[in-house]
């Protein structure tokens, strides 16, 4: 007779394992959430805090420079529904823009711009990024700085870590001599009579990091080849000589660097461009100890109607003062772009775009500016500029920067003799 075996199953026990299965798996669940939420919480704080240390909204002033007529507009609509009603674009607080400014916050990658996210993989794309800092006055909204490599950027085979040269790579000494500048020395021209002078000494550097940016209409191209608009002898160092020389009619004592990075440094790189320049400006440092003011000119590459100012039938070409944040101290520089700004404005009123900066993080973001506080990149028109527009512009810049040395020689001579005394 065969026996059977009997298997009983205890219910009680399954009922106590599914319970003590489900309690580990919601301790899990919840362990697991509240770690994701510390994690975002502290990349927040994060983000905030490096907003709040390093971009223009870490003042009134910038804030109120990076915010919109319409933001106010729509925010005054909220209590007087007339205003509303008469706005003829969507609102700031429609839900479209609000979910778009959520999303760009969190990823800083602007849903409608989709080069925003291609920029953080290919170099180059993310050189045009910068922030307001301060409107010029009586300006509405304001187009920002744009800047693209050139055609012929990099050389072949080489591959750069980002636009700016974060990366390491060793700077080969230009071939001039490292104590003067590259261009030949001119005979200094005499000021008006009655003019004060600096009696030979160089008070101002001018130099430019991108010395080979030219113009589409010296160059004869088209439109669609104006990243082509480099020349080694038509190009920026023209409008840099020309204010070093207006400097000079007015007694101001100015040294111009025109270096040719791209023939003298070996292995040359456009990407780092601002280390080759970091070079130039030591050196100007080195031999004419009394420099004060440093300008490291540019040409922008926006569109003909926005880089240009007409006034009683002659164009000037539009001025664009950069900051980068980089710079530990980059609030002194700002202090002094904003002085050069003010008196640009009360010269020539609609000639400054206004005072714009670069994130720590974001390209080179420092501009060399960190070796004098009173230093600042000056894009000075487009890429569809003449020569002469931004010679005449240079003029007027001459005005400023000779009005702002000989207001501060005032301040610095009672000073001085009081020290003697």
């Known amino acids: 007779m ?188 005499q000021p008006t009579i009655g003019h004060p002078t600096t009696d030979g000494k160089k ?61 003298s440094v070996e292995k040359y790189n456009w990407y780092y461009s601002y280390k080759y320049s970091n070079k130039t400006v030591k050196e100007a440092f080195a031999a004419n100890p009394e420099i004060q003011f440093v300008f490291d000119l540019h040409r922008d590459d926006s569109s003909k109607e926005k880089s240009t100012l007409t006034v009683d039938g002659k164009n000037y070409a539009k001025v664009f003062l950069i900051l980068g944040q980089k710079n530990p101290k980059w609030q002194q520089n700002e202090k002094f772009a904003s002085q050069i700004q003010e008196k640009l404005e009360k010269k020539l009123p609609g000639l400054s775009r206004g005072i714009w900066a670069k994130e720590a993080h974001d390209g080179n973001a420092e501009y060399n500016q960190s070796l004098s506080p009173n230093s600042v990149l000056i894009e000075i028109g487009g890429v569809y500029n003449t020569l002469e527009e931004c010679k005449r512009t240079a003029g007027v810049l001459a005005e400023v920067i000779a009005d702002m040395y000989w207001d501060a020689a005032k301040v610095d001579a009672p000073a001085a003799s009081s020290n003697r005394s």
Not at 14 to 24: D, E, P
Not at 206 to 216: A, F, G, L, M, P
């Open 2 to 189: 065969m026996k059977r075996s009997m298997f009983t199953l205890d219910l009680s026990k399954l009922r106590k394992l599914s319970q003590t299965a489900g309690f580990f798996g919601k301790t899990y669940l919840v362990l697991t959430g509240c770690t994701f939420l510390i994690f975002v919480l502290v990349g927040f704080i994060g983000f905030g805090q490096q907003r709040l240390g390093m971009t223009p909204v870490s003042s009134m002033k910038g804030l109120a420079a990076s915010v919109s007529d319409g933001f106010f507009m729509d925010m005054l609509g909220l209590e007087v529904p007339h205003l509303a009603e008469t706005r003829q674009v969507p609102s700031t607080f429609s839900q479209e823009n609000v979910l778009g400014f959520i999303f760009r916050f969190v990823t800083d990658i602007n849903p409608r711009d989709p080069k925003t996210l291609l920029a953080r993989e290919l170099p180059g794309m993310g050189l045009d990024t910068s922030y307001l800092i301060r409107k010029p006055p009586g300006s509405q909204q304001i187009a920002g700085p744009l800047e693209y490599p050139p055609g012929n950027a990099a050389p072949e085979g080489s591959s750069p870590g980002g636009p700016g040269g974060q990366d390491s790579q060793p700077v080969t000494a230009p071939s001039a001599s490292p104590a003067a500048p590259s261009t030949p020395a001119a005979p200094t021209p």
């Open 203 to 263: 008070v101002v550097l001018i130099y430019h990091s991108h010395n080979r940016e030219s113009w589409v209409p010296e160059l004869g191209l088209s439109a669609k080849d104006a990243n082509l608009a480099q020349d080694a002898k038509l190009n920026i160092t023209l409008v840099g000589k020309e204010l070093a020389d207006r400097l000079e009619d007015k007694g101001v004592g100015a040294v111009h660097y025109a270096t040719d990075y791209a023939s």
